[in-house]
């Protein structure tokens, strides 16, 4: 059996202007009808609907994401940021952990082991220099004291001193002696002119009548030697001869000068005798209260040298009786306390004594922070206790030796408080923590930008971009101090100029 054709006309979905495009179907026409020709129309018409919706989806997904494109491209442009030059403060600091701590501690206590009579303070308590605070039995230490004033008395009294001045003027006299004989010995002043003159007239009639006696005796010579004449002329000759080398000797003494052995044993006399003079009177001024300072140069006599240790033994007793108590040697507060009347006193530590008048801490800095820090730098400390009150201290001393803090090395300085301001609170006890900025530099009414804004353009020397009639121009500026966010400007710039700090990127 032949087929009909059959074509069905699709409308376009995307161009309405379009001709009709022909679906052309061939059948039989025995197994073909209208109905089922109907049926595969309609389902051509829905998948063509179908289609043509996707289309149009797609469009305009792809329509939105443009537009979102261009919006994003144009959303990460770069933007200048910039900044208003201001005045304000900049601080330069190091921080650090700081403890309250005594400005001095002393630790005292018996220098032996005696029964404590008396405890005088508890801990807590303030004391004042030369208070006593706890004391041992004494009666030992009095009595020793009693001896040595009594042994030193039997030394110093009336007669001591008599017997002193009596010594002085016997070795005074010695010393004139000894000087006289020295003197009298030195050349030209062993005699005077007359002494010479007679000296010399003795000579020459020794001489006259030794040379005669030789005449006489030299004309007797024949006779034997147990001639009465000849006897008699030697014996003369021997008697001449004698007083002329005795007028000769005196005559040469007196012109003459002492030998080198003569001279050391005149100046020794001389010295031994100046030495006991300055014995004597040394030993005297200690018995009056009299001593200068010549008397410490002397050698000390047996006398004086028993005197001082008499005085030596007087004092041993009083400080050992001294020992007997303890006495605040500042003013301080007790922090401990190891007695107990009746009790032993031992020879260690039994009380601690405190300085707290004078706030100060033990401060430990990075050592990074090391040139930061000098003796005199200012400190703002705030303690724990007191989050809220800001005081201010000073470095006091930096330790020349890095310590070991926290298992880390750390910059040990010791700062105090101004023990004057007065909101410093009274209650401060040993312990505190606290935090402390260490203030290396500081400045007031600066003019300021943000770091972010400079251009390093060498070592040290920098520029910063100003915003000028809407153009940024580069000008050099003298830069002073300077913290992780601002900077000091100390010439090239104005307050109140627009600064650049660069530019970023924004997005959604």
């Given at each position: 059996?032949g087929?009909?054709?059959?074509?069905?006309?699709?409308?376009?979905?995307?161009?309405?202007?379009?001709?009709?495009?022909?679906?052309?179907?061939?059948?039989?026409?025995?197994?073909?009808?209208?109905?089922?020709?109907?049926?595969i129309?309609?389902?051509?018409?829905?998948?063509?609907?179908?289609?043509?919706?996707?289309?149009i989806?797609?469009?305009?997904?792809?329509?939105?994401?443009?537009?979102?494109?261009?919006?994003?491209?144009?959303?990460?442009?770069?933007?200048?940021?910039?900044?208003?030059?201001?005045?304000?403060?900049?601080?330069?600091s190091?921080?650090?952990?700081?403890?309250?701590?005594a400005?001095?501690?002393?630790?005292l206590?018996f220098?032996?082991?005696?029964?404590?009579?008396?405890?005088?303070?508890?801990?807590?308590?303030h004391?004042?220099?030369?208070?006593?605070l706890?004391?041992v039995?004494d009666?030992?230490?009095?009595?020793?004291?009693?001896?040595?004033?009594?042994?030193?008395?039997?030394?110093?009294?009336?007669?001591?001193?008599?017997?002193?001045?009596?010594?002085?003027?016997?070795?005074q006299?010695?010393?004139?002696?000894a000087?006289?004989?020295?003197?009298?010995?030195?050349?030209?002043?062993?005699?005077?002119?007359?002494?010479?003159?007679?000296?010399?007239?003795q000579?020459?009639?020794a001489?006259?009548q030794?040379?005669?006696?030789?005449?006489?005796?030299?004309?007797?010579?024949w006779?034997?030697?147990?001639?009465?004449?000849?006897?008699?002329?030697?014996?003369?000759?021997?008697?001449?001869?004698?007083?002329?080398?005795?007028?000769?000797?005196?005559?040469?003494?007196?012109?003459?000068?002492?030998?080198?052995?003569?001279?050391?044993?005149?100046?020794?006399a001389?010295a031994?005798?100046?030495?006991?003079?300055a014995?004597?009177?040394?030993?005297?001024?200690?018995?009056?209260?009299?001593?200068?300072?010549?008397d410490?140069?002397?050698?000390?006599?047996?006398?004086?040298?028993?005197?001082?240790q008499?005085?030596?033994?007087?004092?041993?007793?009083?400080?050992?009786?001294?020992?007997?108590?303890?006495?605040?040697?500042?003013?301080?507060?007790?922090?401990s306390?190891?007695?107990?009347?009746?009790?032993?006193?031992?020879?260690?530590?039994a009380?601690?004594?405190?300085?707290?008048?004078q706030?100060?801490?033990?401060?430990?800095?990075?050592?990074?922070?090391?040139?930061?820090v000098?003796?005199?730098?200012?400190?703002?400390?705030?303690?724990?206790?007191?989050?809220?009150?800001?005081?201010t201290?000073?470095?006091?001393?930096?330790?020349?030796?890095?310590?070991?803090?926290?298992?880390?090395?750390?910059?040990?300085?010791?700062?105090e408080?101004?023990?004057?301001?007065?909101?410093l609170p009274?209650?401060?006890?040993?312990?505190?923590?606290?935090?402390v900025d260490?203030?290396?530099?500081?400045?007031?009414?600066?003019?300021?930008?943000?770091?972010?804004?400079?251009?390093?353009?060498?070592?040290?020397?920098?520029?910063?971009?100003?915003l000028?009639?809407?153009?940024?121009?580069?000008r050099?500026?003298?830069?002073g101090?300077m913290?992780?966010?601002?900077?000091e400007?100390?010439?090239?710039?104005?307050?109140?100029?627009?600064?650049?700090?660069?530019?970023?990127?924004?997005?959604?």
């Amino acid at each position: 059996m032949g087929r009909i054709p059959t074509c069905v006309y699709i409308f376009p979905t995307q161009e309405p202007h379009q001709p009709f495009t022909p679906l052309c179907y061939s059948s039989a026409w025995s197994g073909i009808n209208i109905e089922g020709i109907t049926t595969i129309m309609l389902r051509k018409r829905w998948r063509t609907v179908t289609i043509a919706m996707v289309v149009i989806v797609l469009v305009g997904g792809g329509y939105a994401y443009y537009a979102r494109t261009r919006q994003a491209q144009a959303a990460v442009e770069p933007q200048l940021q910039t900044a208003t030059v201001r005045t304000g403060s900049i601080v330069v600091s190091a921080t650090g952990s700081g403890t309250l701590i005594a400005a001095r501690t002393i630790d005292l206590g018996f220098r032996t082991s005696e029964q404590v009579s008396e405890v005088l303070v508890e801990v807590g308590d303030h004391v004042e220099e030369g208070e006593v605070l706890a004391k041992v039995d004494d009666t030992s230490a009095r009595i020793d004291l009693v001896q040595a004033e009594l042994n030193l008395q039997s030394l110093t009294g009336a007669q001591a001193i008599a017997d002193a001045q009596a010594a002085l003027a016997d070795a005074q006299a010695e010393l004139k002696d000894a000087t006289y004989k020295w003197q009298v010995n030195q050349p030209g002043h062993r005699a005077t002119s007359e002494t010479l003159d007679y000296a010399q007239a003795q000579l020459d009639i020794a001489q006259s009548q030794f040379e005669s006696a030789q005449e006489n005796y030299d004309g007797q010579a024949w006779r034997s030697s147990d001639d009465p004449s000849r006897v008699a002329a030697a014996s003369q000759l021997g008697t001449a001869r004698t007083a002329y080398y005795t007028a000769l000797g005196n005559l040469n003494w007196y012109t003459g000068k002492p030998t080198e052995i003569e001279e050391a044993q005149l100046e020794a006399a001389v010295a031994q005798a100046e030495a006991t003079v300055a014995s004597a009177q040394a030993y005297l001024h200690e018995l009056t209260g009299n001593s200068t300072a010549e008397d410490a140069d002397a050698s000390p006599s047996q006398a004086l040298l028993q005197l001082r240790q008499a005085k030596l033994s007087v004092e041993s007793a009083e400080t050992e009786l001294e020992a007997t108590q303890i006495v605040a040697p500042i003013p301080g507060t007790v922090t401990s306390l190891d007695l107990i009347v009746g009790g032993e006193s031992g020879e260690g530590s039994a009380i601690s004594l405190a300085d707290l008048s004078q706030p100060t801490l033990n401060v430990y800095l990075d050592e990074s922070d090391l040139t930061m820090v000098a003796v005199g730098n200012e400190a703002d400390v705030v303690f724990d206790a007191y989050p809220d009150l800001t005081l201010t201290g000073q470095v006091t001393e930096v330790y020349p030796e890095l310590v070991t803090f926290e298992g880390v090395s750390a910059v040990q300085i010791i700062i105090e408080l101004d023990a004057n301001d007065p909101a410093l609170p009274a209650q401060l006890p040993v312990g505190l923590s606290a935090t402390v900025d260490v203030i290396s530099a500081r400045a007031t009414n600066a003019l300021l930008v943000s770091v972010d804004a400079l251009r390093e353009l060498s070592a040290g020397q920098y520029g910063v971009f100003v915003l000028e009639d809407g153009q940024l121009k580069l000008r050099t500026v003298e830069v002073g101090l300077m913290d992780l966010t601002s900077a000091e400007i100390v010439s090239g710039l104005e307050e109140g100029e627009i600064v650049s700090t660069g530019v970023v990127e924004t997005g959604q």
